[in-house]
């Protein structure tokens, strides 16, 4: 009996922590993410059992009800355990043959295929998404909308999350390689220097720019202005 009394205490205790380190990582990442969205937003992060029923093919959603922008996105649990990773890291050596990429001399299907993207995918995906469901929560619903404001603020993010600006244009410019091969309502040919999806068209740097930012402050979707 008092063996029994001891599991359930540990139990408890444990699911205590647990529950306290995923609500502190939800509220780490909402901060970030009402940033890129210019106003207060929450991130929820799936978990264990959540992972375990789901059957959809996503890293992340917001919901649009009725016209309704909602002011929460719920992202996958190995999306957040995959930020949690790279916000809790004091360094990302993984990412050093990234930021070693000559992208002049080796075009971007091959640069995909190599074992240093594949290796970082995780990484890249979810800062991504993070971005794009942001993005979502800006006001902006359509996809291809959504997905080259992202890609623009990638390297925002990898700094935000503790990485660094070599590190954040290294995954933003990985990410814009694989634009093409994203389903088509995720592309647009509006996604490139001076075209009207550009962030910053007074600059020829894409898809950041030297220093990191975040939006225009009066840049938001038609969703957040209704």
């Known amino acids: 009996m008092k063996f029994l009394a001891v599991v359930v205490v540990l139990a408890g205790a444990f699911w205590f922590w647990q ?4 609500a502190e990582m939800e509220h780490r990442l909402s901060t970030v993410a009402s940033e890129l969205a210019g106003r207060p937003v929450h991130v929820k992060c799936q978990g264990f059992f959540g992972e375990l029923i789901d ?3 996503r890293t992340g959603e917001v919901q649009f009800t009725n016209g309704q922008l909602s002011d929460t996105t719920h992202l996958t649990r190995k999306t957040c ?5 790279f916000e809790s ?3 990302h050596p993984r990412l050093d043959c990234v930021r070693s990429i000559d992208w002049t001399r ?6 995909l295929e190599t074992e240093c993207a594949r290796h ?7 800062i991504t998404t993070l ?3 942001s993005m979502h929560l800006r006001g902006w619903v359509a996809e291809a909308t959504a997905q080259c404001y992202a890609v623009q603020e990638v390297a925002w993010t990898v700094v935000r999350l503790g990485g660094t600006p070599d590190e954040g244009a290294a995954l933003a410019r990985l990410e814009l390689a694989e634009q093409p091969a994203m389903p088509s309502d995720y592309r647009s040919s509006d996604c490139r220097a001076g075209g ?6 007074e600059t020829a740097a894409f898809p950041t720019e030297a220093v990191p930012s975040l939006p225009p402050a009066g840049l938001v979707g038609p969703a957040f202005r209704t």
């Open 131 to 133: 971005a794009h469901e």
């Open 106 to 111: 080796i075009d971007a299907a091959t640069i």
């Open 196 to 201: 009207a999806l550009d962030l910053h068209p």
């Open 55 to 57: 059957v959809y093919d």
């Open 19 to 22: 529950h306290r380190r995923h």
């Open 89 to 91: 890291a004091s360094s």
């Open 120 to 126: 970082v995918q995780s990484t890249v995906n979810a």
């Open 81 to 85: 355990g995959s930020l949690n990773a």
